[in-house]
């Protein structure tokens, strides 16, 4: 349709909406939109059908989905334009000037014969994104572990009812308000995904009672007129009934949501018992707390050949076993794995600080997870609750979406209560055990996957701050963007800590296009530089004023960068498609492509994602460079956050001091006080 190629002043006016941090694409941690909205927009549902139903929309899931506008491809002489201007801070001038020349030649050259046949093959394709497909292969094709690799955690807030905070009522709970986002998403009346620029214009009765009305050829400019942003949705039906099968070469995305039953998984065993019954109603919290405390009951020491442990390997080692898996017998059992609604698992540990939370939110013991299914929950012996997922599928809105209306749900409507008594009912007759047919190649294969899981997990060192001295709210007078000083304090930091500038990742969703995914925010610039090397190499020499209005101007170029990356106008995608391209058709590499620039700023050593949710305690992900950290990181009202990920490389201790000491120094001069270098 001509009208999606929106104008140049409705882009503008689009972008004030759509700016906000997510998912990364190799990492995922995503952000909620401003203040927690996704918690407040969901509470404007109508009413709820029953207790089956998380509520009841009038305006259909999927009602904008077919209206979105597709994702545009950025003119090829702005991404060379863009890929420069992230390549300044990190080169000196004969770097730049070879990285330079080579950029422009290929953006006379091959690169304007790759551009012209991606927007070519784009225009055949309008039913989905220019990026889809590559950033599917990218994942799927990968061949390490997805620990640490790729599944990313977020943990969940403690519930506001402490009595509540115990591992079988927060399994219940969770369970049950899951499965209910599952039905409600199926039905189509889970309410559509919106940014609501103006809620008391478009997050009304009155709006949506209109909307409902309009043509789904149409219905998102309906939306827009009222500058309410609806967004892609079409990840959301992989986070159920849903894994990553292992396969030579790329993996697959499997999906069956004919299966009725929970996969849960205790001290290295699996179990299924239905959470959905043959009447299509989810079972009765009492029947599944039955069973969750008949599981809790099972006095079996751990397997001695946890199979675990290989959905933590080599995909291609993996996918070898697998195969070995289905010869041995195991079809059966291997399906229903893969068919279940989702995992629970239900972990023997109770967690002393915050960095054990993470390391066992992220990895745990290796033994008591499925890596494979799209989404797992942990519950601790003490009641702590976290989510791991696997990435390949998805991003971080559908997951984060979620995990807001889950916790929204365990509050407002608890399954089951301190109070609630199991139900007397046999759980011997309605839980099964899982058991497998191993021969002595998949025993080896689980004791050697046992021993890479355990030398992998125990190099990696995490570590966390708070920085309780302000947050959004004083940011937000001084006009400053949070996400730009939470992204200059990470690079103060390290600047300190290594006396470099190095290639630096943030991550923004593109959900506001069809079949979007996300676009990668450079932090690292020559303003931030320039700001960082005053502050940490000769405070003295700049007045307090002039720090200030340094940091002004990192905030304000930031602030441009989540605009163009939020529109999809970045130029990472864009260069990985023209890559993807090049490799798919058996083309000669470009010599941009052989640069060791472009290598090198695509060798991430600061990986970086933020999270801020009423339903999110904290987020993490592993390094996605040996020689990295992975940086979690929300900015709340009144305090900012960070959860710190490093390998024997890089110290993790001495970085999170060098974060603290940045933001001490950069409060300080929005306070008017000096700073000591």
Same mark, same amino acid.
């Given at each position: 349709?001509?009208?999606?190629?929106?104008?140049?002043?409705?882009?503008?006016?689009?972008?004030?909406?759509?700016?906000?941090? !997510?998912?990364?694409?190799?990492?995922?941690?995503?952000?909620?939109?401003?203040?927690?909205?996704?918690?407040?927009?969901?509470?404007?549902?109508?009413?709820?059908?029953?207790? #089956?139903?998380?509520?009841?929309?009038?305006?259909?899931?999927?009602?904008?989905?077919?209206?979105?506008?597709?994702?545009?491809?950025?003119?090829?002489? #702005?991404?060379?334009?863009?890929?420069?201007?992230?390549?300044?801070?990190?080169?000196?001038?004969?770097?730049?000037?070879?990285?330079?020349?080579?950029?422009?030649?290929?953006?006379?050259?091959?690169?304007?014969?790759?551009?012209?046949?991606?927007?070519?093959?784009?225009?055949?394709?309008?039913?989905?994104?220019?990026?889809?497909?590559?950033?599917?292969?990218?994942?799927?094709?990968?061949?390490?572990?997805?620990?640490?690799?790729?599944?990313?955690?977020?943990?969940?807030?403690?519930?506001?009812?402490?009595?509540?905070?115990?591992?079988?009522?927060?399994?219940?709970?969770?369970?049950?308000?899951?499965?209910?986002?599952?039905?409600?998403?199926?039905?189509?009346?889970?309410?559509?995904? %919106?940014?609501?620029?103006?809620?008391?214009?478009?997050?009304?009765?009155?709006?949506?009672?209109?909307?409902?009305?309009?043509?789904?050829?149409?219905?998102?400019?309906?939306?827009?007129?009222?500058?309410?942003?609806?967004? &892609?949705?079409?990840?959301?039906?992989?986070?159920?009934?849903? =894994?990553?099968?292992?396969?030579?070469?790329?993996?697959?995305?499997?999906?069956?949501?004919?299966?009725?039953?929970?996969?849960?998984?205790?001290?290295?065993?699996?179990?299924?018992? #239905?959470?959905?019954?043959?009447?299509?109603?989810?079972?009765?919290?009492?029947?599944?707390?039955?069973?969750?405390?008949?599981?809790?009951?099972?006095?079996?020491?751990?397997?001695?050949?946890?199979?675990?442990?290989?959905?933590?390997?080599?995909?291609?080692?993996?996918?070898?076993?697998?195969?070995?898996?289905?010869?041995?017998?195991?079809?059966?059992?291997?399906?229903?794995?893969?068919?279940?609604?989702?995992?629970?698992?239900?972990?023997?540990?109770?967690?002393?600080?915050?960095?054990?939370?993470?390391?066992?939110?992220?990895?745990?013991?290796?033994?008591?997870?499925?890596?494979?299914?799209?989404?797992?929950?942990?519950? =601790?012996?003490?009641?702590?609750?976290?989510?791991?997922?696997?990435?390949?599928?998805?991003?971080?809105?559908?997951?984060?979406?979620?995990?807001?209306?889950?916790?929204?749900?365990? %509050?407002?409507?608890?399954?089951?209560?301190?109070?609630?008594?199991?139900?007397?009912?046999?759980?011997?007759?309605?839980?099964?055990?899982?058991?497998?047919?191993?021969?002595?190649?998949?025993?080896?294969?689980?004791?050697?996957?046992?021993?890479?899981?355990?030398?992998?997990?125990?190099?990696?060192?995490?570590?966390?701050?708070?920085?309780?001295?302000?947050?959004?709210?004083?940011?937000?007078?001084?006009?400053?963007?949070?996400?730009?000083?939470?992204?200059?304090? %990470?690079?103060?930091?390290?600047?300190?800590?290594?006396?470099?500038?190095?290639? =630096?990742?943030?991550?923004?969703? =593109?959900?506001?296009?069809?079949?979007?995914?996300?676009?990668?925010?450079?932090?690292?610039?020559?303003?931030?530089?320039?700001?960082?090397? !005053?502050?940490?190499?000769?405070?003295?020499?700049?007045?307090?004023?002039?720090?200030?209005?340094?940091?002004?101007?990192?905030?304000?170029?930031?602030?441009?960068?989540?605009?163009?990356?939020?529109?999809a106008q970045g130029f990472d995608r864009h260069l990985f498609a023209l890559y993807h391209?090049?490799?798919?058709?058996?083309?000669?590499?470009?010599?941009?492509?052989?640069?060791?620039?472009?290598?090198?700023?695509?060798?991430?050593?600061?990986?970086?994602?933020?999270?801020?949710?009423?339903?999110?305690?904290?987020?993490?992900?592993?390094?996605v460079v040996p020689d990295g950290f992975g940086v979690g990181y929300g900015v709340h009202?009144?305090?900012?956050?960070?959860?710190?990920?490093?390998?024997?490389?890089?110290?993790?201790?001495?970085?999170?001091?060098?974060?603290?000491?940045?933001? &001490?120094?950069?409060?300080?001069?929005?306070?008017?006080?000096?700073?000591?270098?």
């Amino acid at each position: 349709m001509a009208a999606l190629r929106l104008s140049p002043a409705v882009r503008k006016l689009k972008l004030k909406a759509l700016c906000w941090a !997510a998912s990364p694409g190799e990492r995922c941690i995503a952000r909620a939109p401003v203040g927690g909205w996704t918690l407040q927009r969901a509470s404007s549902s109508s009413s709820i059908p029953d207790t #089956d139903y998380l509520h009841q929309s009038i305006v259909p899931t999927h009602h904008f989905q077919k209206s979105l506008p597709r994702l545009p491809i950025p003119k090829l002489q #702005d991404t060379v334009c863009r890929f420069l201007n992230a390549q300044r801070p990190l080169l000196d001038n004969d770097q730049y000037r070879r990285t330079e020349q080579l950029a422009h030649d290929f953006e006379q050259g091959i690169g304007k014969q790759l551009h012209e046949e991606l927007v070519a093959q784009d225009k055949k394709n309008k039913h989905t994104s220019y990026i889809s497909g590559p950033w599917f292969d990218m994942y799927l094709s990968a061949r390490e572990s997805v620990v640490l690799n790729f599944n990313p955690f977020i943990s969940f807030n403690p519930d506001p009812n402490p009595a509540h905070n115990n591992q079988l009522i927060r399994a219940v709970n969770m369970t049950v308000s899951a499965v209910r986002f599952m039905k409600t998403f199926r039905a189509g009346i889970l309410e559509p995904e %919106i940014f609501h620029l103006n809620p008391a214009k478009s997050d009304t009765a009155v709006f949506k009672n209109i909307i409902r009305f309009v043509p789904t050829s149409i219905s998102w400019y309906g939306a827009y007129m009222v500058n309410a942003y609806p967004l &892609d949705m079409s990840q959301y039906y992989r986070l159920f009934n849903s =894994t990553r099968i292992p396969r030579p070469v790329q993996d697959e995305l499997f999906t069956n949501d004919s299966g009725k039953h929970l996969l849960v998984m205790r001290n290295g065993h699996f179990y299924i018992f #239905d959470v959905i019954g043959q009447d299509g109603k989810i079972t009765k919290p009492a029947e599944i707390l039955a069973h969750f405390k008949y599981i809790l009951s099972d006095s079996s020491p751990p397997p001695e050949f946890p199979l675990g442990y290989l959905t933590s390997e080599n995909r291609d080692t993996w996918s070898s076993l697998r195969q070995r898996l289905l010869e041995a017998g195991n079809a059966e059992v291997l399906n229903k794995i893969d068919c279940a609604v989702f995992c629970v698992c239900l972990d023997d540990i109770t967690i002393k600080d915050h960095v054990e939370l993470s390391h066992n939110m992220l990895h745990g013991n290796g033994f008591n997870r499925w890596y494979d299914k799209s989404f797992s929950f942990i519950f =601790t012996k003490d009641g702590c609750a976290g989510v791991n997922f696997e990435h390949s599928w998805g991003d971080g809105v559908a997951v984060l979406r979620l995990l807001n209306e889950v916790f929204k749900d365990t %509050i407002n409507r608890p399954a089951a209560l301190p109070t609630t008594q199991p139900a007397a009912v046999d759980s011997s007759h309605n839980v099964q055990k899982l058991e497998f047919k191993l021969d002595d190649v998949l025993k080896e294969g689980i004791l050697n996957a046992k021993e890479k899981f355990s030398t992998s997990v125990s190099s990696l060192s995490m570590d966390a701050t708070e920085f309780k001295k302000g947050g959004k709210v004083l940011l937000k007078k001084h006009n400053l963007s949070p996400d730009s000083v939470a992204q200059l304090t %990470i690079q103060m930091a390290f600047l300190r800590q290594y006396n470099k500038t190095v290639p =630096t990742y943030e991550s923004c969703s =593109t959900a506001a296009f069809k079949h979007g995914r996300t676009e990668t925010i450079r932090p690292a610039t020559i303003y931030t530089q320039k700001c960082c090397e !005053a502050f940490v190499k000769e405070p003295s020499k700049h007045s307090i004023s002039d720090l200030k209005a340094m940091i002004g101007e990192c905030s304000k170029y930031h602030w441009q960068l989540t605009k163009e990356a939020a529109m999809a106008q970045g130029f990472d995608r864009h260069l990985f498609a023209l890559y993807h391209m090049t490799k798919s058709k058996g083309m000669p590499l470009p010599e941009l492509f052989q640069d060791p620039s472009y290598i090198q700023i695509n060798h991430n050593i600061l990986s970086t994602s933020t999270l801020t949710s009423p339903a999110v305690q904290s987020g993490g992900f592993a390094p996605v460079v040996p020689d990295g950290f992975g940086v979690g990181y929300g900015v709340h009202d009144n305090w900012i956050g960070y959860n710190i990920s490093s390998y024997p490389a890089r110290d993790v201790k001495e970085f999170i001091k060098c974060i603290y000491k940045s933001l &001490d120094d950069i409060f300080d001069v929005l306070d008017g006080q000096s700073i000591n270098g």
